[in-house]
């Protein structure tokens, strides 16, 4: 069975600061997405990782993956408050299901 | 873009009565799936479909049924509501090998009294 762990459950951070998020996973992936989500609402795509070293970046948020160590992490550069926010990694598995972490919430104080 | 849409996004229903969520998309995706959000517990899979008619079981299927009889529609079905079902339901699809990521509904909130 699948299990996807994040780390942490929760951050608050400094406006300035930067920070990485860390997605664990049990089992064999070559498939890991990460997703935002704001309170009351839907889940919004951020990056989609297809590969072994894959490395993706937008404005200050940056997601990597290591399939051999099973780990992705999400680093962000000098947080801002619009940052703040639920984060979710989520693996792909057999029958093309997604197996979600439990989630990051991000608190970024000014 | 509405690709996806759920209905109802706010319902309030009694104990012991029957509640049919609907997803609806207009991507042509094979895949569909039903998540339930739960504090503490992230986002759980129910059931999901990979095809006109062809269903199979999430982590926390008992007292969910679906039906999918054209590719736009996914339904979800509490067949006899209970506290414990009271959750945000999210309706996803992806396209084979999901290459684009899953796309997400907006969600329907759903309370059991």
């Known amino acids: 069975e699948l299990k996807v762990e994040q780390n942490p459950l929760f951050l608050s951070m400094q406006e300035g600061k930067n920070y990485t998020i860390y997605c664990n996973y049990s089992?064999?992936?070559?498939?890991l997405y990460w997703y935002r989500q704001d309170p009351g609402k839907s889940l919004e795509s951020l990056f989609v990782?297809?590969?072994?070293?894959a490395v993706k970046q937008e404005g200050r948020l940056m997601a990597s993956l290591d399939t051999k160590a099973r780990l992705s992490t999400l680093h962000i550069t000098a947080a801002v408050h619009d940052l703040s926010a639920t984060y979710f990694c989520a693996v792909n598995n057999a029958g093309n299901m997604l197996t979600f972490g439990g989630g990051t919430r991000l608190m970024v104080k000014p | 873009d509405a690709g996806i849409t759920q209905s109802p996004r706010h319902k309030v229903t009694e104990t012991g009565t029957p509640v049919t969520l609907r997803c609806h998309q207009t991507e042509n995706h094979r895949y569909m799936y039903w998540y339930r959000q739960d504090p503490g517990h992230g986002l759980r899979l129910i059931h999901y479909?990979?095809?006109?008619?062809?269903?199979d079981k999430g982590e926390v299927s008992d007292g969910y049924s679906v039906s999918r009889s054209k590719t736009e529609d996914f339904l979800l079905t509490l067949e006899s509501a209970t506290s414990s079902q009271t959750s945000v339901y999210f309706c996803?699809?992806?396209?084979?090998?999901?290459?684009?990521?899953?796309?997400f509904g907006s969600g329907t909130r759903l309370t059991v009294v």
């Open positions: 990782l297809l590969s072994n070293g």
């Open positions: 089992t064999t992936s070559d498939r």
């Open positions: 479909s990979y095809g006109v008619k062809d269903t």
């Open positions: 996803a699809i992806s396209a084979i090998r999901a290459d684009y990521g899953y796309t």
